[in-house]
């Protein structure tokens, strides 16, 4: 329980310790990212009835089976539907109607013949006229039918489907506009150590900005949660215990930063062995050796360490993994490319490290460059950074040219590779 365990043994861990929360209903919009929690229906026909998927003239395709450039067949417009209209009146031998895109089709029709392809004989192609057609059409030719996505009654978006954008539009469409979906977790968040200031001041000797908090709230957020900003922790064991025990009882996930290592003021893995249960203190990372998990009230607690990095790392390594869980997600890792080294790369610590590195693309792939500073004391180089390049456990340097797995880290347009 208290020895050095792997990062996939950890995670494995972690999650086995969390379920997905209970449920709650939210506007359709709302549910844009989120997991749904009922498998949902339509409740009509999408779509609700056969219409055209072109501006073009309603006809009988068996009245176009003989028509060609040199004998086109010629047909009167008795009427003209627009989008939202209904004609359901006859179309006898020689006749056809004008429709426009969205317009449904009548019952008396079985294709669409586009405008571009149809001759006006005299008028204006609007109704009085006559127009004329020099090739067969297909069957259904340009018919949108009736339940071509969905039919009254059919699940549309099952449970543990993530929504997308596009989805919130096809609910919209079914007469979805309330979703169950998973509840997003309510994260406390507290950082341990008695030489933190609050950012908003300008810290005296020895003292230093409590930088943690807010970047662990902000991945917080940015893995779906709720982040609640405590108090600054001083390291005491009665204090740490104070704020964990009453964090417990309003929160669903607690994390710690700071006082995660051994010493004499490091007090997240006693305080979680005297309150609950210890599961784990140590992971084989770098940054972000000291992680401790553990449950206390059956709430998980982790305690990050206090240097940025490392805290960052088990945030995103472990911590994320565990929050999406929480929320009904499946899938758990972030996505990894192989590149090439751009410099040699040296192994000096037998742990698995995660470089602070920039992934770019050339002709041959993508080439990976770690970050000069690589502390673990410094949040800079991974807001420059976009990936973790993975030195695996060992002691096995790389020269450069060799490949190797980089971890994306937040992928969007702003990630040049
Ligand atoms: N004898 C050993 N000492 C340390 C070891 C070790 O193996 N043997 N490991 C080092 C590593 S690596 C890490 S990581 C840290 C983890 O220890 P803690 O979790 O107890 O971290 P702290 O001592 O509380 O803080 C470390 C560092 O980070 C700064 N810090 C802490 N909290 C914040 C915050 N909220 N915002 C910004 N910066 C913070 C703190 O001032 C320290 O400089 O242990 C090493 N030691
Ligand atoms: O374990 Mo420390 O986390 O390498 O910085």
Same mark, same amino acid.
């Given at each position: 329980m208290t020895e050095m365990i792997s990062l996939e043994e950890a995670q494995a861990l972690v999650l086995a310790n969390v379920a997905p929360l209970s449920t709650e209903v939210v506007e359709v919009l709302d549910a844009v990212g989120r997991v749904s929690a009922a498998d949902l229906a339509s409740d009509?026909?999408?779509?609700?009835f056969a219409h055209s998927a072109m501006d073009g003239f309603a006809v009988h395709a068996a009245e176009l089976?003989?028509?060609?450039?040199?004998e086109p067949v010629k047909l009167d417009v008795i009427a003209e539907i627009g989008a939202g209209e209904v004609y359901d009146g006859p179309i006898e031998a020689g006749q056809c109607v004008r429709i426009m895109t969205g317009a449904p089709v009548p019952d008396a029709a079985d294709a669409v013949v586009k405008y571009e392809i149809v001759g006006i004989?005299? +008028? %204006?192609?609007?109704?009085?006229s006559r127009v004329s057609f020099t090739a067969p059409t297909k069957l259904r030719n340009n018919i949108r039918e009736a339940g071509e996505e969905a039919h009254a009654g059919e699940v549309i978006v099952h449970t543990g489907e993530v929504i997308t954008s596009a989805g919130v539009g096809f609910l919209a469409g079914c007469g979805v506009l309330q979703v169950p979906v998973y509840r997003r977790p309510k994260v406390a968040i507290a950082a341990t150590g008695s030489e933190l200031i609050d950012p908003s001041e300008v810290p005296s000797a020895g003292k230093i900005r409590n930088s943690n908090s807010l970047a662990i709230a902000a991945c917080a957020k940015a893995a779906g949660c709720i982040p609640t900003i405590l108090p600054i922790v001083e390291d005491t064991y009665e204090a740490l215990e104070k704020t964990v025990l009453d964090a417990v009882e309003t929160y669903d996930f607690v994390v710690t930063t700071g006082?995660?290592?051994? +010493? %004499?003021?490091?007090f997240i893995k006693p305080v979680v062995e005297g309150t609950g249960e210890l599961?784990?203190?140590?992971?084989?990372?770098?940054?972000?050796?000291?992680q401790t998990f553990g449950l206390v009230k059956g709430k998980p607690v982790f305690g990050l360490p206090g240097n940025p990095a490392a805290a960052y790392c088990g945030f995103e390594m472990i911590v994320r993994q565990a929050l999406r869980k929480m929320q009904g997600y499946s899938h758990f890792n972030r996505p990894v490319v192989r590149a090439r080294l751009s410099q040699d790369t040296k192994k000096k610590d037998p742990r698995r490290i995660f470089l602070r590195a920039t992934l770019t693309k050339d002709d041959e792939g993508y080439l990976v460059t770690p970050a000069q500073n690589q502390s673990s004391g410094l949040f800079g180089p991974i807001q420059r950074s976009n990936c973790m390049a993975i030195m695996p456990e060992g002691l096995e340097s790389r020269a450069a040219g060799s490949m190797i797995d980089c971890m994306l880290l937040d992928v969007s347009e702003e990630v040049l590779i």
């Amino acid at each position: 329980m208290t020895e050095m365990i792997s990062l996939e043994e950890a995670q494995a861990l972690v999650l086995a310790n969390v379920a997905p929360l209970s449920t709650e209903v939210v506007e359709v919009l709302d549910a844009v990212g989120r997991v749904s929690a009922a498998d949902l229906a339509s409740d009509i026909d999408i779509a609700p009835f056969a219409h055209s998927a072109m501006d073009g003239f309603a006809v009988h395709a068996a009245e176009l089976e003989s028509a060609s450039e040199d004998e086109p067949v010629k047909l009167d417009v008795i009427a003209e539907i627009g989008a939202g209209e209904v004609y359901d009146g006859p179309i006898e031998a020689g006749q056809c109607v004008r429709i426009m895109t969205g317009a449904p089709v009548p019952d008396a029709a079985d294709a669409v013949v586009k405008y571009e392809i149809v001759g006006i004989v005299s +008028g %204006d192609g609007k109704p009085g006229s006559r127009v004329s057609f020099t090739a067969p059409t297909k069957l259904r030719n340009n018919i949108r039918e009736a339940g071509e996505e969905a039919h009254a009654g059919e699940v549309i978006v099952h449970t543990g489907e993530v929504i997308t954008s596009a989805g919130v539009g096809f609910l919209a469409g079914c007469g979805v506009l309330q979703v169950p979906v998973y509840r997003r977790p309510k994260v406390a968040i507290a950082a341990t150590g008695s030489e933190l200031i609050d950012p908003s001041e300008v810290p005296s000797a020895g003292k230093i900005r409590n930088s943690n908090s807010l970047a662990i709230a902000a991945c917080a957020k940015a893995a779906g949660c709720i982040p609640t900003i405590l108090p600054i922790v001083e390291d005491t064991y009665e204090a740490l215990e104070k704020t964990v025990l009453d964090a417990v009882e309003t929160y669903d996930f607690v994390v710690t930063t700071g006082g995660a290592a051994n +010493g %004499d003021f490091d007090f997240i893995k006693p305080v979680v062995e005297g309150t609950g249960e210890l599961l784990m203190t140590t992971v084989n990372m770098r940054p972000g050796k000291a992680q401790t998990f553990g449950l206390v009230k059956g709430k998980p607690v982790f305690g990050l360490p206090g240097n940025p990095a490392a805290a960052y790392c088990g945030f995103e390594m472990i911590v994320r993994q565990a929050l999406r869980k929480m929320q009904g997600y499946s899938h758990f890792n972030r996505p990894v490319v192989r590149a090439r080294l751009s410099q040699d790369t040296k192994k000096k610590d037998p742990r698995r490290i995660f470089l602070r590195a920039t992934l770019t693309k050339d002709d041959e792939g993508y080439l990976v460059t770690p970050a000069q500073n690589q502390s673990s004391g410094l949040f800079g180089p991974i807001q420059r950074s976009n990936c973790m390049a993975i030195m695996p456990e060992g002691l096995e340097s790389r020269a450069a040219g060799s490949m190797i797995d980089c971890m994306l880290l937040d992928v969007s347009e702003e990630v040049l590779i």
